[in-house]
């Protein structure tokens, strides 16, 4: 029931979606704190059209395969069936949110989607809850939740230099110059971290452990391809700087080697994917690199056509699994024969990969060479590389499934809700290979964004010895080549994948994740072993930073010692109390009396607020005080009567406590040496109270000109409560 | 505890709720917000705690298990309040009646949604302080019922 009712939104968001770029699209622009210069500008353009798409598309289609996976896989891992309340409420979201990225025209807007993909992708990734998936699903938001952090410095810099987040204007207004190239490159980071670009890759295979739907979802046309819309999105601004294009070009060749290479050593089926996805978002990764119109339209192409065939070969690999129970390329062969079906389907999607003619796949390459060609040779023959790799790891994954000798047995046929959904994009990658038109209409309205002004997005069989076709002949024997060699291929990748673990990034990741657990642990231990030390970690670095404002701002005439008058008796006379009640606190050996004369001293000062004009600050002091000491009357009240073990006084704690003493009276005294100004914003706001209806300047500036603060600060107020209600009494409110 | 205090302290929560309330109603002409009208609230319930002990607490005033529910509800009434004037194209925390617009008084009580806001507030700091002291209570006394 849930899972259709998630499938059903996805269907129904899909037609939406489709409507609306028939309709040729549309935009919303709200504001949402205008003067942070924060607006929220939604636009249905060809490129949100395209990833809105997907994203709705592929998700309608994987929905109705998790319908037919997830009850399977609760069972399989002995969990209870509304344990799918874990999962689809997170799969909307994350469709949504991608939705929404793909419609996002403001930077800050596009970084807050982008988290929300990471947020619903952490929850998801970790659906098993065990410590392999718990590990993966952290690995994935740290990567690309701390690169995205760059994304909004990107944001803020570009604010900075030419006061817009909005990406349209910033088209306009931004010149080529160190900040274009420094946010250009941030962006770009972000980008390629969550595309799962090498050195930033390895989140992506260790996130196999999360559920095949999820895989198939996130990691073939959702998650990874956030990446590469925010580069289709920001692209404007990326070709102002040739050293960001230049480092794309190269992030992404290395990305589509590394990414091949791995996926030829693999033996686990969703590794093997995992792998390919890096590879072929490198290929984006370099078209982006490339720049210029004929780039830009195979990108998008390319995204496309990816998309449909990756989620179905995902799909396959779990279908396989529940048929068969393995998941070892090694222990699975021969099922063509059995699974007839389901060979076929996913044949059409390898190909697709592969870029087999009479498939979608055959265009998104022919355009990739085309785009290689206008670059220059040297990227012309990597380009071919490339597409020999892919051809040579996606044949031997489909190969190795359904040709040769039959080792796992299945166990009966494929079920519908498991094989319907490879076969409608089998399908799609199919009526792609012959009627082009609407997919490349699809890319084109995409590339126009990326690539502002004319282009045309035209791929068709050219039956000639052009360069494209020459490339598209050499890729496929180059692959075939690699895949029949295995003789000469097993040690090499095996020995590259082995390097790999040794000294590659995920190890650099694990080590300073340790590094950082150390060092929290270390300062965790130092501050709260008792409670002396826990005070001392506030007391000492205060008084520190003030000495050092000391040192370095000039004293002369910031230290004044007014007049005393009679008016000023009872101030006097309450501050002599409370130095009094101070003394007795800090002095007294008893238990009750030091937390008596505690309260003292708050009333003493609170008296004092009232008499220097802050009546609401001495009501609130007031309250806190009467709330504090019946705390500890009532706990003192439960303790028992024998005298606990009293600590000896130290020298230290007399030095720290003098110096934190020392500090605070100077920094004060240089607070209220200084004349109290004029004009600021504390006379607008008494000035502007009675317009606002109020009396209280206090309360007005509380609940009107800074509502908003006060909303936040309740907020958490509301968030602690939760939070102590979760640690007492695993969340039960009573 | 003192006798006095036993049969005082359970008192005093009706005329803390009085005071609560006249917080509000004159916070916003003189001194006094939802903040501080939560605290007195909280305040009564405490000393109610702290002198019944808080079995006998909580069973003679069953109403207090609503505090969750009395602090999410002000939390969605500051929301709203805040937040409602988007819908209508003006930026957030808009009050009306607008400045130099008549304001509708009852008594001293002025009827704009900056006073709304600040019940908001008192509902949430009363619900949640009540909430954390049954909860701290809890830890000490052991789950009860």
Redesign the interface.
């Known amino acids: 029931m849930l899972a259709w009712s998630a499938v059903a939104s996805a269907a129904a968001a899909f037609v939406a979606c489709l409507a609306g770029w028939l309709a040729g699209g549309g935009s919303v622009e709200l504001a949402w704190a205008p003067t942070l210069g924060l607006r929220i500008d939604l636009a249905f353009d060809g490129l949100a059209a395209l990833y809105s798409l997907l994203a709705t598309g592929i998700g309608a289609l994987v929905f109705a395969y998790g319908a037919g996976y997830l009850p399977w896989h609760l069972e399989h891992v002995g969990r209870p069936a509304h344990d799918a309340w874990r999962f689809w409420p997170w799969m909307v979201v994350f469709m949504g949110s991608m939705v929404g990225l793909a419609c996002a025209r403001d930077l800050v807007l596009l970084f807050v989607f982008f988290d929300l993909t990471a947020v619903a992708s952490y929850f998801l990734i970790g659906f098993d809850r065990d410590r392999d998936a718990r590990g993966a699903a952290l690995m994935a938001l740290l990567v690309t939740g701390v690169s995205a952090v760059a994304l909004l410095i990107a944001a803020v810099l570009l604010y900075d230099a030419y006061g817009t987040f909005s990406l349209p204007e910033l088209f306009e207004r931004a010149g080529t110059g160190t900040t274009t190239t420094v946010a250009g490159v941030l962006i770009a980071v972000a980008a390629l971290a969550k595309s799962a670009q090498v050195p930033l890759h390895f989140w992506l295979p260790r996130a196999m452990a999360a559920p095949t739907p999820v895989s198939a979802y996130l990691h073939s046309a959702a998650m990874v391809a956030a990446g590469v819309l925010v580069l289709g999105r920001v692209h404007p601004l990326l070709v102002k700087s040739d050293l960001v294009l230049d480092g794309l070009l190269v992030v992404g060749l290395v990305s589509i080697a590394v990414g091949g290479v791995l996926a030829l050593a693999q033996d686990e089926l969703k590794q093997i994917l995992a792998h390919s996805t890096i590879s072929q978002y490198g290929y984006v990764v370099t078209l982006y690199g490339i720049g210029g119109a004929t780039a830009a339209g195979a990108a998008t192409l390319y995204v496309l056509a990816h998309a449909i065939a990756k989620s179905a070969l995902f799909m396959t690999a779990g279908a396989v699994t529940v048929t068969t129970g393995e998941s070892q390329l090694s222990r699975l062969g021969g099922l063509g024969r059995r699974l007839p079906a389901l060979a076929v389907a996913s044949g059409v999607a390898a190909a697709t990969l592969a870029a087999l003619p009479l498939t979608l796949g055959f265009f998104k390459d022919e355009l990739f060479f085309q785009a290689a060609g206008e670059h220059g040779r040297l990227v012309q023959l990597l380009a071919v590389g490339a597409a020999a790799l892919t051809v040579a790891y996606i044949g031997r994954f489909w190969l190795g499934l359904f040709t040769g000798p039959l080792r796992a047995r299945p166990s009966g046929g494929v079920s519908p809700l498991l094989l319907g959904p490879i076969a409608v994009l089998g399908a799609l990658a199919l009526i792609g290979g012959f009627v082009v038109e609407p997919f490349a209409r699809l890319a084109e309205d995409a590339a126009e964004v990326t690539h502002v002004g004319g282009l045309d997005v035209a791929p068709a069989y050219h039956l000639d010895a052009g360069t494209e076709n020459a490339m598209a002949l050499a890729a496929w024997g180059l692959g075939a080549l690699v895949l029949l060699a295995s003789r000469f291929r097993e040690p090499l990748v095996r020995a590259f994948a082995r390097a790999g673990e040794r000294v590659g990034p995920r190890r650099w990741y694990a080590l300073s994740l340790l590094g950082l657990n150390r060092l929290s642990d270390w300062a965790h231990d130092t501050e709260v072993r008792d409670l002396r030390n826990s005070i001392a970690a506030v007391l000492v670095p205060a008084a520190a930073l003030i000495a050092l404002a000391f040192v370095v701002t000039p004293t002369r005439g910031s230290y004044a010692a007014g007049s005393l008058g009679a008016d000023d008796l009872p101030i006097v006379v309450l501050l002599a109390l409370g130095v009094a009640a101070a003394v007795t606190a800090a002095r007294d050996r008893g238990r009750l009396r030091p937390v008596l004369a505690l309260s003292v001293l708050g009333f003493a000062l609170a008296g004092v607020y009232a008499m220097a004009g802050a009546p609401d600050v001495a009501l609130v002091a007031v309250l806190v005080e009467t709330v504090l000491t019946l705390v500890f009357v009532g706990v003192f009240a439960r303790l028992p009567s024998a005298s606990v073990r009293r600590p000896r006084l130290r020298a230290r704690n007399a030095i720290i406590g003098a110096a934190a003493g020392a500090s605070v009276f100077a920094g004060l005294w240089g607070a209220l040496s200084r004349r109290t100004p004029a004009e600021g914003v504390a006379a607008e706001h008494i000035e502007r109270a009675p317009g606002a209806h109020g009396g209280d300047v206090v309360t007005v500036i509380l609940a009107d000109f800074r509502g908003l603060d006060t909303m936040v600060e309740i907020t958490v107020l509301a968030v602690a409560v939760v939070g102590i209600a979760s640690l007492l009494s695993r969340g039960r409110p009573w | 505890?003192s006798l006095i205090l036993e049969v005082v302290a359970p008192r005093l929560l009706g005329p803390a709720v009085m005071v609560a309330a006249a917080i509000i109603v004159k916070?916003?002409?003189?001194?006094?917000?939802?903040?501080?009208a939560g605290?007195?609230v909280?305040?009564a319930v405490?000393?109610r705690?702290?002198t019944l002990g808080a079995e006998r607490a909580e069973s003679g005033l069953p109403v207090l298990?609503h505090?969750?529910a009395l602090?999410?509800a002000?939390?969605l009434l500051?929301?709203a309040i805040?937040f409602f004037p988007?819908a209508f194209?003006d930026?957030?925390?808009t009050?009306f009646?607008r400045?130099?617009e008549h304001?509708v008084e009852i008594g001293a009580l002025?009827l704009?949604t900056?006073?709304a806001?600040?019940v908001?507030?008192f509902l949430?700091?009363a619900g949640?302080l009540v909430?954390?002291i049954?909860?701290?209570t809890?830890?000490?006394e052991g789950?009860r019922r």
């Open positions: 505890m916070g916003y002409a003189d001194v006094g917000d939802g903040f501080s605290v007195v909280a305040l405490a000393l705690y702290v298990r505090a969750p602090a999410a002000g939390l500051a929301l805040g988007v194209g930026p957030p925390f009050h009646p400045p130099g304001v002025e704009t900056a006073v806001f600040d908001g507030v949430l700091v949640s909430e954390v049954h909860q701290l809890r830890l000490v789950p």
